[in-house]
């Protein structure tokens, strides 16, 4: 019986709420950003150093994944604009 409730909880534990953003990596979501606006409108809408000065995909990365509330925005930002790409094609 023990089994049954353990393989209960692991079920549960794999199922995942309606995440917009299951699946998507923190390398796609910024690729897709700077392919859509540039760095510098990036920098814009999100003024952070990662965008600013020198921007790279890496340091980018490296900065977002150590940087909670950046990583909140920059991921609020896909979504609000994933919701217009192809609308205006």
């Known amino acids: 019986m023990m089994n049954t409730e353990k393989n209960n909880a692991d079920t549960s534990k794999r199922q995942h709420p309606k995440d917009p953003l299951h ?13 859509i606006y540039g760095w510098e409108e990036l920098a814009e809408r999100i003024p952070i150093n990662c965008f600013k000065s020198n921007p790279s995909l890496k340091s980018s990365l490296t900065f977002l994944r ?7 925005k920059v991921e609020a ?13």
């Open 66 to 72: 150590k940087t909670p509330w950046a990583r909140s």
């Open 23 to 35: 699946g998507i990596s923190l390398k796609e979501i910024v690729t897709q950003l700077e392919a």
């Open 77 to 89: 930002l896909y979504l609000k604009s994933k919701q217009n790409w192809g609308k205006y094609k």
